[in-house]
């Protein structure tokens, strides 16, 4: 079984930063990719970035302000967060899975979720 758990969420003012941190544990044969999606009140859960065999996945909207990375003695995947925007308000989930490379930034395409960590940004 494998287990995925979040934390570092919080309240933040426009232009600050938050690191979120996901922990997986289990079998390490189950997945090849970590990911991290967000969803806001009312809308579809989106990519935010993804870490797989050493290489990084950012959605252009982060890119260049949101920096993935791993720690693979701990089994955990960081996420950087810097210069947040107010909409970017929203539950950010941790996910692990094994999607081929097309299908790396749909959330279908990931087995294993945490329970998400809520990020505020205040104006």
């Known amino acids: 079984q494998v287990q995925v758990t979040e934390s570092g969420g919080g309240l933040v003012q426009a232009g600050g930063s938050l690191r979120l941190s996901c922990a997986v544990s289990g079998r390490t044969s189950s997945w090849s990719t970590t990911a991290w999606f967000r969803q806001a009140p009312g809308d579809d859960r989106l990519f935010v970035a993804a870490?797989?065999?050493?290489?990084?996945y950012y959605s252009d909207s982060v890119k260049d302000r949101f920096t993935i990375s791993r720690d693979g003695a701990k089994d955990t995947v960081y996420l950087q967060m810097n210069n947040l925007k107010p909409e970017e308000t929203a539950v950010y989930y941790c996910?692990?899975?094994?999607?081929?490379?097309?299908?790396?930034?749909?959330?279908?395409?990931?087995?294993?979720w945490g329970q998400g960590t809520q990020v505020t940004v205040s104006s």
């Open positions: 870490f797989r065999w050493g290489y990084t």
């Open positions: 996910a692990a899975g094994s999607p081929i490379l097309s299908a790396i930034r749909t959330d279908s395409a990931y087995n294993y």
